[in-house]
């Protein structure tokens, strides 16, 4: 299969839905991305399942078209439904999941190749309303306010049953964006809130510019995960993950690395229920023999391990999306082998002690070590490393000291696999450090393209003559414009209409404008700078959160989240009132 976009991939498919659009309000809900990469995001089969037990609703799928697909006639990509291959001009309503920032010039072209204005303010009753949701959204939507009539800020399970019978009434849309935004939690209207700014460029206010909409806006929230199971609606061997079923764990982790945006607007964390679980395993058992696990720290579940080794799940090959280094059991080892696992993957993220204190990483040397003597012994092959480099206060003693562990990883790795006769590979994963909204690293700088291009190429001459060992490095070009867009606010968003119209090219767009990207990419924000996504309110506490950021430049850690009421980070104390 090669053209994902369109109604032909529907036949090797199980679990698609279609609905007559007589007498329903039709919803285009678009992933900015190939079909294989959203057929492969929980978030979005969710949604779309979600979405379709409403009655009212007809939803259907878009993706970005596959490279090379064009149409005959004028040569541009057909942006249509996999369901009824209707365009998107066809829908009343586009729904747009977006999980990364770098997909948001996706969203425009999109837009603009289905004949619509890309401005919210050039779009009529007569356009389909255009809304905006998932975790790039949830963190900051801002550089996409000029585009998306309506964000929906939180979980979607908590957020529909306000926001789809609302849509089901077939509203004009002056008058359902003041509906929205007054009677939808979550819902976030841009044109209805304004920013204002100091003449050095930093933001002096940002709220409503009418009355009757909320001076923040509060994410929804499922407190108990397991009223309401995630898992795949559709089964596709065109997926990333071939025909797997996936079905998610937990939500949020509680170890509070200071990188990780999951850790902060999930909390606290929640896990779903042995029985929940086991229903949706024996869901996927049912449709294929591919079950993957989805979670930030799926190894925090106590007997995890023990319910995929069940015999009833003994033809079942399981997947974790993630493990910690300090939590792989014996369970958890059997499951992998049994599941006939070539690669694991080992995040220690900081490649020294000292970094992994700044992160709150949690997971010492030995631990790491420990992992990938258990994991060759288990049968396991290969092994991947990631790190990331450019953290905060790093240092060239830490970039040595990541080339020594990775030398140290290897002997272990050696030393397993001549006990098991037989030699794999070894894999370092290496990123750019890109500070988030909502972690306690939103205040930091992060490095030029020409230190982290510097840095890669110290990793690589440190470890390029290790047999079976391989660096694979990310584009430090890509992470910059991932922090513009992550950090952005709506001047970023007129940028990124500009780069649309020069055709993808950021270096004239950047040299056309008056903005400086370094302010936002380069510059450690001031200590009680208002951020471009402080209205939204996910209960943490901003200043819980600079804590943690000093913490982490004197190199000093903390505890993880506790999981029970506390009053540490706001998050409980905000929900119990």
Known sequence: ?????????????????????????????????????????????????????????????????????????????????????????????????????????????????????????????????????????????????????????GEGEALFSAFAPLLCQNLDKKDLLPRLARDVPGAYVPSFYTAHYHPDGTMASFGPNRDNVPETIKRTYLPDLSETPSSTAIVSPASAFDASFLTEVSRGCAHGCRFCSAGYIYRPPRFRSPDCLKTEFDKGAALTDRIGLVGTAISDYKGIGKLCASPEYASIRFSYSSLRADAITADHLNVLTQSGTKTATIAPDGGSERLRRVINKGITEEHILSATRSLIKAGIPNIKAYFMIGLPGETPDDMDETIALCKKIKEVFLDASREKGRMGQITVGVSSFVPKAFTPFQWAAMDTVAMLKKKIQALKNGLNRIPNLTVNADSPRGAIIQALLSRGDRKVGELLLSVHQNQGNWVQSIKESALDPATYIHRERGKDELFPWDFIDHGISKSFLRKEYELALSAKTSPPCPMVNCNRCGVCTIQGK
């Open 1 to 153: 299969m090669s053209q994902h976009s369109g109604a032909e991939s529907f036949d090797s498919e199980i679990g698609a839905i279609r609905k007559q659009w007589t007498g329903r309000v039709s919803i285009a809900l678009v992933y900015p991305n190939r079909y294989a990469v959203g057929m492969a995001n929980l978030g979005f089969q969710s949604v779309y399942r979600l979405l379709n037990e409403y009655d009212g609703l007809v939803c259907e799928r878009v993706f970005l078209p596959e490279p090379g697909k064009r149409g005959q006639a004028d040569r541009t990509p057909r942006i249509q439904s996999v369901e009824s291959g209707r365009p998107l001009k066809d829908f009343q309503v586009v729904a747009f999941s977006i999980s990364f920032e770098n997909d948001f010039a996706h969203v425009l072209s999109l837009i603009d190749h289905a004949g619509l204005p890309l401005r919210s303010n050039a779009r009529g009753d007569s356009h389909p309303l255009m809304i905006a949701g998932g975790v790039a959204c949830l963190l900051n939507p801002e550089p996409l306010a000029p585009i998306i009539d309506c964000f929906l800020i």
